[in-house]
């Protein structure tokens, strides 16, 4: 399982940082994706780091205030998520790619889904 945690409640245009820990000697190896779901909402990708080069991608709802990134060592994921928005209130998830160094950003392919973290932003 991977575990999130890090959300809270906050004001609109506030920063968290997330964080996703993992365990096994591979984690270095997967991608990572954040994703998140709001009340009667399908769950979303938010973003997602390679498991090797370490690139990233964004939905373009986050592009440019959130930024992902990794740490192998500590077998951590973090998401930084500035200048929030009430529109971003949701559980975000981190989760792994099925696949060794996977592309995707389909919920469905990503598996070892921890409980979540609950993320509020107040207008």
């Known amino acids: 399982q991977l575990q999130a945690y890090g959300g809270g409640l906050v004001q609109a245009g506030a920063s968290l940082r997330l964080s996703c820990s993992a365990s096994g000697r591979t984690f270095g190896y997967y991608t990572v994706g954040w994703f998140r779901q709001a009340p009667g909402k399908e769950r979303e990708f938010v973003a997602r780091i390679n498991g090797i080069g370490g690139g990233t991608v964004y939905a373009d709802s986050v592009q440019g205030r959130f930024t992902i990134s990794k740490d192998n060592a500590e077998k951590t994921v973090y998401l930084q998520m500035n200048s929030l928005r009430p529109e971003d209130t949701a559980v975000y998830y981190c989760?792994?790619?099925?696949?060794?160094?996977?592309?995707?950003?389909?919920?469905?392919?990503?598996?070892?889904w921890g409980q979540g973290t609950q993320v509020t932003v107040s207008s």
């Open positions: 989760a792994a790619d099925r696949t060794l160094n996977g592309r995707s950003v389909v919920a469905s392919d990503y598996e070892r």
